[in-house]
């Protein structure tokens, strides 16, 4: 039996608040969410994903984007791998640079989308980022255009997620959210919420698109992502992040970014 293809580089990236990969595989990523916002370029192959609205597909040359918290996954488009090019950007420099634009619009509206131009600025930025000897004003500038594109062409009204969730669903959002890395159960959630195990466990997975316990999971993984870029060592973020065991830890860090928790703290170190 061949092994399928996986190949995924943490790169050093010039620009604090900015990580950049490079991808090429044909793992099927599970839903999950990131802290800051995703913007790749699809390189080769293509890949189909759910999202918040619904199923989207992207072949190379597409952008594909993904806002702070959206759920989401990925899988290839037919039988062999995709490559892509992959910046998450910490939601302060969006917000920095639509405030100086004027773009009352930190959201992107589509989690793919087929504009060359925005390609061309984004790869110029992925290029930048990861130059052995990075220019500063070039990192600025490359930067600074791409987002301009991104939010002037492709930019949405926030959406009002607290508003639109149950009262039930938000209120065990928030006590995830506030403290992942405590011990958290179905019925203390459902009792938080006030209504019945079952009742809270469809909502949360209809609304959200996950369930509690593998939201919980995700919050787990994305905060030892932070320990571990900040220098905390795997069984020390494991421990930090409320994972039983640091192999518990790898394995649901290498299923929701497909590189271990090893590999990425050797990277942005």
Same mark, same amino acid.
Do not use: C
């Given at each position: 039996?061949?092994?399928?293809? @996986?190949?995924?580089?943490?790169?050093?990236?010039?620009?604090?608040?900015?990580? #950049?990969?490079?991808?090429? +595989?044909?793992?099927?990523?599970?839903? @999950?969410?990131?802290?800051?916002?995703?913007?790749?370029?699809?390189?080769?192959?293509?890949?189909?994903?759910?999202?918040?609205?619904?199923?989207? &597909?992207?072949?190379?040359?597409?952008?594909?984007?993904?806002?702070?918290?959206?759920?989401?996954?990925?899988?290839?488009?037919?039988?062999?791998?995709?490559?892509?090019?992959?910046?998450?950007?910490?939601?302060?420099?969006?917000?920095? !640079?639509?405030?100086?634009?004027?773009?009352?619009?930190?959201?992107?509206?589509?989690?793919?989308?087929?504009?060359?131009?925005? =390609?061309?600025? /984004?790869?110029?930025?992925? +290029?930048?980022?990861?130059?052995?000897?990075?220019?500063?004003?070039?990192?600025? !500038?490359?930067? /600074? *255009?791409?987002?301009?594109?991104?939010?002037?062409?492709?930019? $949405?009204?926030?959406?009002?997620? $607290?508003?639109? #969730?149950?009262?039930?669903?938000? #209120? $065990?959002?928030?006590?995830?959210?506030?403290?992942?890395?405590?011990?958290?159960?179905?019925?203390?959630?459902?009792? /938080?919420?006030?209504?019945?195990?079952?009742?809270?466990?469809?909502?949360?997975?209809?609304?959200?698109?996950?369930?509690?316990?593998?939201?919980?999971?995700?919050?787990?993984?994305?905060?030892?992502? *932070?320990?571990?870029?900040?220098?905390? #060592?795997?069984? &020390?973020? $494991?421990?930090?992040?409320?994972? =039983?065991?640091?192999? @518990?830890?790898?394995?649901?860090?290498?299923?929701?970014?497909?590189?271990?928790?090893?590999?990425?703290?050797?990277?942005?170190?």
């Amino acid at each position: 039996m061949r092994r399928r293809l @996986h190949a995924v580089e943490q790169h050093r990236s010039a620009l604090p608040g900015v990580e #950049a990969m490079t991808l090429l +595989t044909a793992h099927v990523f599970p839903r @999950h969410a990131h802290d800051g916002f995703g913007l790749g370029l699809i390189t080769s192959g293509a890949q189909r994903s759910w999202s918040g609205i619904g199923m989207v &597909e992207a072949k190379a040359g597409d952008v594909i984007t993904v806002n702070p918290g959206e759920v989401h996954d990925g899988a290839p488009l037919g039988d062999g791998p995709r490559g892509w090019r992959m910046l998450y950007i910490a939601p302060h420099l969006v917000a920095r !640079e639509a405030d100086e634009m004027e773009e009352r619009r930190p959201e992107i509206a589509r989690p793919a989308l087929r504009d060359p131009a925005l =390609a061309a600025l /984004l790869g110029r930025l992925f +290029t930048e980022i990861t130059r052995s000897a990075p220019d500063g004003f070039g990192v600025e !500038e490359a930067l /600074l *255009r791409t987002l301009a594109r991104l939010l002037g062409r492709h930019g $949405a009204w926030p959406r009002a997620v $607290a508003a639109s #969730a149950s009262p039930a669903v938000a #209120a $065990a959002r928030r006590r995830l959210d506030a403290a992942p890395e405590l011990p958290a159960s179905l019925a203390e959630l459902a009792a /938080l919420s006030g209504v019945s195990r079952f009742q809270l466990l469809r909502g949360f997975r209809r609304e959200v698109g996950v369930t509690p316990h593998a939201y919980l999971v995700q919050l787990r993984v994305r905060l030892a992502r *932070r320990l571990l870029a900040a220098g905390r #060592a795997p069984a &020390e973020a $494991a421990a930090s992040a409320g994972f =039983a065991d640091q192999s @518990h830890m790898t394995r649901a860090f290498a299923r929701q970014f497909g590189v271990t928790p090893a590999r990425y703290r050797a990277a942005v170190a």
